[in-house]
């Protein structure tokens, strides 16, 4: 059965050495899980989300993947920026354009 549903990740706060870590867990982890379609990260976090700017992240190499798992900063951008109320059909948006699971755990995402 084909894989249909993506992941989306954004990196926000200060570029510290866990922010590019933590990318690279998930990225290493989704290529290990094999579940999942695309792997997507936003530039500058929601005001990369808002413009469409989104790179594929699931085809790094290994060399890359060590580099990002070594490096400090914020690799795809970061951003402190807040999710104002009228965003939100743009970022409901982006997750079906993207085919971005309908549920998660956080509750902003839920559809209403």
């Known amino acids: ?9 954004m990196q926000s706060g200060g570029p510290k050495p866990v922010i ?4 690279w867990g998930v990225v290493d982890e989704a290529a290990k899980a094999r579940a999942f379609g695309r792997l997507y990260g936003a530039r500058h976090a929601l005001e ?6 989104l790179t594929e992240l ?6 890359e993947l ?5 490096t400090p ?6 951003s402190r920026r807040k999710l104002r109320p009228e965003e939100t059909p ?11 699971p309908q549920r998660s755990s956080l509750p902003y995402w839920r559809p209403r």
């Open 66 to 70: 060590g580099r990002l798992s070594r």
């Open 48 to 53: 990369g989300l808002l413009a469409g700017h």
């Open 90 to 100: 743009a970022v409901f948006e982006a997750r079906s354009t993207t085919r971005l």
């Open 20 to 23: 590019n870590r933590s990318l």
């Open 58 to 63: 699931d085809r790094p190499s290994k060399t």
């Open 1 to 9: 059965m084909p894989r249909t549903e993506n992941i989306l990740v």
């Open 73 to 78: 900063g914020a690799a795809l951008g970061s």
